[in-house]
C-alpha cells in the first residue's frame, strides 16, 4: 500500500484492481485525501485509485539523490 503523501507524486507504481485483473504499472500525478491520481500505462488522463490498489516500484540505486 502507497501511503498518501506530496512525495509520493512522480514515484512509479504497481496498480493491482482485483486478483484476476493483471498489474500495471503507473505514475502517481496527484495526491488526495482518500485517493491517489495514477496515470497508467500509456494513458493521457490520470484514474483515481485507493492506495491500498498501488505498490511502488522499488527504487534503484541510481534514482538516489545525492546531496
Known amino acids: 500500500m502507497v501511503v498518501p503523501s506530496e512525495s509520493a ?5 504497481v496498480y493491482r484492481h ?3 485483473d493483471p498489474p500495471v504499472t503507473g ?3 496527484r ?3 482518500r485517493r491517489l491520481f495514477v496515470r497508467l ?3 493521457l488522463y490520470s484514474m483515481a485509485v485507493y492506495p491500498a490498489e ?3 516500484i522499488a ?3 541510481s534514482d538516489t539523490v545525492v546531496g
Open 18 to 20: 482485483g486478483e484476476d
Open 41 to 43: 500505462g500509456s494513458q
Open 31 to 33: 495526491v488526495a485525501p
Open 59 to 61: 527504487r534503484r540505486r
Open 54 to 56: 498501488l505498490e511502488f
Open 9 to 13: 507524486i512522480g514515484r512509479a507504481v
Open 27 to 29: 505514475i502517481i500525478t
